[in-house]
């Protein structure tokens, strides 16, 4: 079935530094695949997401490309605020039907002053 | 806004007791779930359900089992709570709109078991 892979955290950055979280991807064909941030103290919510190969998913600043070559969906944002702290999730729908999302395990940003 | 509620945002129960987390959705999603979250582990979907009275298990469904009586109303029980079902138990809600639908989560309820 469809999975992901991101890398570990904790990652910590200083205000403004340019970030990158790795995700990347094994699948059947070409499944949705979609980051989720979870603030402290809350549930998830969906940050942006890419439905096709090639497509670019962008929101508040982060952008991830869908690229099948490398299998890959890597979160960025070029300049990040300590607002940014707070867990990522790479997902994408797993086996047994598109309803089910699959989610990576995570990884935790805290960003500095 | 669509808005997921679960009932509780703390609980501590004992071993042995049964125990009722409850979500609600008012955006008429069809389907809901309910997810543990553990440090280094992610998300694992412990039980789906894609219409009331219907349910499917998910990857970790031992230990737990679930009730949608109504289409709002997802109940995740622990027939008798254990040390190691404390965890952070998030519930999240979609429509049933094909492969790129977004997931909406209720804020999780921490649950230890003593």
């Known amino acids: 079935g469809n999975s992901v892979t991101q890398m570990e955290g904790p990652v910590t950055l200083s205000e403004e530094a340019f970030l990158t979280i790795n995700c990347t991807y094994t699948?059947?064909?070409?499944?949705?695949l979609f980051w989720y941030v979870q603030y402290p103290g809350e549930g998830l919510q969906l940050l942006l997401k890419?439905?096709?190969?090639?497509d670019k998913g962008s929101n508040k600043g982060f952008e991830a490309t869908y690229r099948k070559e490398t299998t890959s969906f890597h979160l960025e944002k070029g300049s990040v605020q300590v607002s940014d702290s707070a867990v990522y999730f790479c997902?994408?729908?797993?086996?047994?039907?598109?309803?089910?999302?699959?989610f990576g395990i995570g990884t935790k940003l805290q960003v500095i002053p | 806004d669509v808005k997921v509620t679960q009932s509780s945002r703390y609980l501590v129960k004992r071993t042995g007791e049964k125990v009722f987390l409850e979500c609600v959705q008012d955006m008429d999603h069809e389907n809901m779930f309910w997810y543990r979250q553990d440090p280094g582990l992610g998300l694992r979907l412990i039980y789906f359900?894609?219409?009331?009275?219907?349910?499917e298990k998910g990857d970790i469904p031992e230990g737990y089992s679930v009730s949608r009586e109504k289409k709002e109303r997802f109940s995740l029980i622990l027939e008798s709570a254990s040390t190691n079902q404390t965890s952070m138990y998030l519930c999240?809600?979609?429509?049933?709109?094909?492969?790129?639908?977004?997931?909406?989560f209720g804020q999780g309820t921490r649950l230890t078991v003593v």
């Open positions: 999240a809600s979609s429509l049933d709109g094909g492969t790129g639908t977004e997931a909406f």
């Open positions: 997902a994408t729908p797993g086996a047994g039907g598109y309803q089910k999302v699959t």
């Open positions: 359900s894609y219409d009331v009275k219907m349910k």
């Open positions: 890419a439905t096709k190969a090639d």
């Open positions: 699948a059947t064909g070409y499944p949705s």
